[in-house]
């Protein structure tokens, strides 16, 4: 066993981590039509110096803006979003509150180069140990129509918003070789393995449908709003997860021993409603004599 003094935080963190940013725009706007139109690629790299975690994201939107008629227009706005993330699956457990209290006398290495017993359940499992890769897909789109029924005084819109989820997460742990002494033999930081896959989607639909009518009557003005919503959620979330990896360098469900554990869940909500909304605004002069 070896000793001397070890700076945690240091060992564990860079100072600095770069991030990429890009992107591109296009735009145009004419009497009857307009357009918008932008990607963008974003990526942060994680501060860790063992095993490190980095984060992407790729983003797309585009906006069009449609003048039919003098009363009629029609817009759409739409979004489409992708993260990958993919981390040590340590960070995800005790790291943190292991790498503020390991000992200071306590060394990573010892000088064969091989884990210490105090670093391998630190910087080990940061570096050698399982990982975690988070994917998102998310999809946003809303239409609109809006017709001045009397142009000025009584306008009828309707809006549908689409909105769709997904997210699949793949994870699995390995052990870690350490050594207490050139002459031990080399143990382990644990023995259960394990492999685990995770999904998860969602379906978000939403309709309104609304009519405006305002006007003035000379210094007195009268809006009355009339409309109809209905809102649709289903979601769904899978999860498999097998102990007893066959190979630690092909970590998978397929590939393990163990017993399945396996939780599904299932949820779904709906609600419609009419709503009226009615503002009167009456002035009044008041003369004194």
């Known amino acids: 066993m070896y000793t001397g003094t070890t700076d945690w935080l240091h060992e564990a963190y860079r100072k600095s981590a770069p991030t ?4 591109l725009s296009i735009s145009k ?14 990526q942060q790299d994680g501060l860790l110096k063992y095993g490190n975690d980095v984060y992407k994201r790729y983003n797309v939107r585009g906006k069009v803006d449609f003048d ?26 005790d790291f943190f509150w292991n790498v503020n209290r390991t000992n200071s006398l306590d060394v990573p290495r010892n000088p064969d ?8 359940p630190v ?15 998310e999809y946003v789109t809303t239409f609109a129509a809006k017709a001045a029924l009397i142009k000025n005084v009584w306008d009828l819109n309707a809006e549908a918003t689409f909105r769709r989820g997904s997210n699949t997460i793949r994870s699995y742990d390995v052990p870690v070789p350490y050594k207490t002494g050139p002459n031990n033999p080399v143990q382990y930081t644990f023995s259960n393995t394990w492999a685990q896959n995770q999904s998860a989607a969602t379906t978000y639909n ?13 210094d007195h003005f009268l809006q009355a709003l009339v409309g109809f919503n209905s809102e649709q ?5 899978f999860s498999a997860r097998k102990n007893g990896l066959i190979s630690t360098s092909l970590p998978s469900i397929d590939l ?6 396996e939780v599904e869940r299932v949820k779904n909500w709906a609600v419609q409603g009419c709503f009226i909304v009615w503002d009167i605004t009456i002035r009044k002069s008041i003369y004194w004599n």
């Open 123 to 137: 910087l080990g499992a940061l570096q050698e140990g399982g990982r975690r890769r988070d994917k998102l897909n």
């Open 233 to 237: 959620y289903d979601s769904s979330y």
């Open 68 to 93: 039919v008629t003098d009363w009629l227009k029609f817009s759409n706005n739409t979004q489409l979003t992708s993260t990958d993330y993919e981390a040590p699956v340590f960070l995800d457990g």
């Open 256 to 261: 393990s021993t163990g017993t399945m554990e």
């Open 20 to 23: 990429y940013n890009a992107n």
């Open 113 to 120: 180069g091989s884990w210490t017993r105090a670093g391998a």
């Open 206 to 218: 939403v309709y309104n449908i609304y009519t405006d009518f305002h006007k003035n009557f000379g």
């Open 29 to 42: 706007r004419a009497e009857k039509l307009s357009y918008y139109f932008s990607g963008d690629y974003y």
